[in-house]
């Protein structure tokens, strides 16, 4: 199965909000699932999918590992440990949480790591996640653009990333926006507001939609079964030029992401 366009996050949900997200996710017909080890949920999504009804084959799951399993005597058996949680011999996609801060070891040393697990069988396709233009020419240089799935970054119509993610569609590399909603910010927004009045929406479902006409992918949470389901009709709308045009203007580098340990931004 190829990396769906639409995904459900499963980041800050945890006991059986996430199992309730999941099963409701599954039900309405979400069918790429994404978490990550220091999310502390792997275990609780995996327990979601093993009592759904939907076979594994028809599934893509996404993980991630964390920075204090970047070391060659971590990363394989960190991630070995999340498919234990995940109840699978395979993920779909594991990608490197963040890259290393900088006194930590460089991606030279543990994307061939990730490239290793791929070797293994233990996931069928790798790839990034909050690496910046400086740590995607460093990925390309030791796996190959082909290698590298999709670097998954913060955004959304308040943080549009216009030089990351020029970069990337020059490479090829896909990018997946992770809080493509702000936290629910886009709800209070009057230009969402007022596009979405227009094509009898909301403003989430313009948000996403949005971005998926832009060639991005995207992976919305909701612990609602409503906004689950409300999010899946993002898809089929299709804004105008001049809508487009708008939503690129509410660009404030609004960035929510951010820790102690995160890159300097492009």
Same mark, same amino acid.
């Given at each position: %199965? ?21 099963? +409701?996710?599954? #039900?309405?017909?979400?069918? +790429? ?13 995996? *327990? ?8 594994? #084959?028809?599934?893509?799951?996404? =993980? ?12 394989i058996i960190s991630l070995k440990d999340s498919l234990r949680k995940l109840r699978t011999d395979q993920v779909d996609l594991t990608l490197i949480h963040w890259p290393a801060p900088a006194n930590g070891p460089a991606v030279a040393d543990y994307l061939p790591l990730l490239l290793e697990a791929k070797k293994q069988g233990l996931t069928r396709q790798i790839g990034v996640s909050n690496f910046?233009?400086? !740590? ?15 670097? *998954?970054?913060?955004? +959304? ?10 970069? %990337? ?6 990018? =997946? ?9 886009? %709800?209070? #927004? ?25 060639? !991005? ?9 409503? !906004? ?9 709308? +299709?804004? #105008?030029?001049?809508? %487009? ?22």
């Amino acid at each position: %199965m190829t990396l769906p366009a639409f995904g459900l996050g499963t980041f800050r949900l945890q006991g059986q909000q996430v199992i309730d997200a999941v099963r +409701h996710g599954l #039900d309405l017909g979400y069918r +790429h699932i994404d978490t990550a080890q220091i999310y502390g949920n792997e275990a609780e999504v995996g *327990q979601a999918i093993a009592d759904s009804a939907i076979a594994r #084959d028809a599934l893509f799951l996404t =993980t991630k590992i964390w920075l204090d399993n970047l070391s060659a005597d971590k990363l394989i058996i960190s991630l070995k440990d999340s498919l234990r949680k995940l109840r699978t011999d395979q993920v779909d996609l594991t990608l490197i949480h963040w890259p290393a801060p900088a006194n930590g070891p460089a991606v030279a040393d543990y994307l061939p790591l990730l490239l290793e697990a791929k070797k293994q069988g233990l996931t069928r396709q790798i790839g990034v996640s909050n690496f910046t233009i400086r !740590h995607l020419r460093e990925a390309i240089a030791v796996a190959g653009r082909e290698e590298i799935a999709t670097n *998954q970054v913060e955004l +959304h119509p308040f943080l549009q990333n216009r030089a990351l993610a020029g970069f %990337m569609r020059e490479q090829g590399i896909k990018l =997946t926006a992770y809080m493509p909603l702000a936290y629910g910010k886009v %709800m209070q #927004d009057a230009t969402l507001q007022a596009i979405a009045a227009r094509y009898q929406a909301n403003p989430a479902q313009i948000a996403l939609a949005w971005l998926l006409q832009q060639g !991005h992918l995207v992976i919305p949470s909701s612990t609602k079964r409503d !906004h689950l389901l409300a999010n899946l009709a993002a898809p089929s709308l +299709h804004l #105008d030029e001049a809508d %487009m045009t708008a939503i690129a203007g509410l660009d404030r580098g609004e960035r929510l992401a951010s820790p102690d340990f995160a890159p300097s931004w492009d």
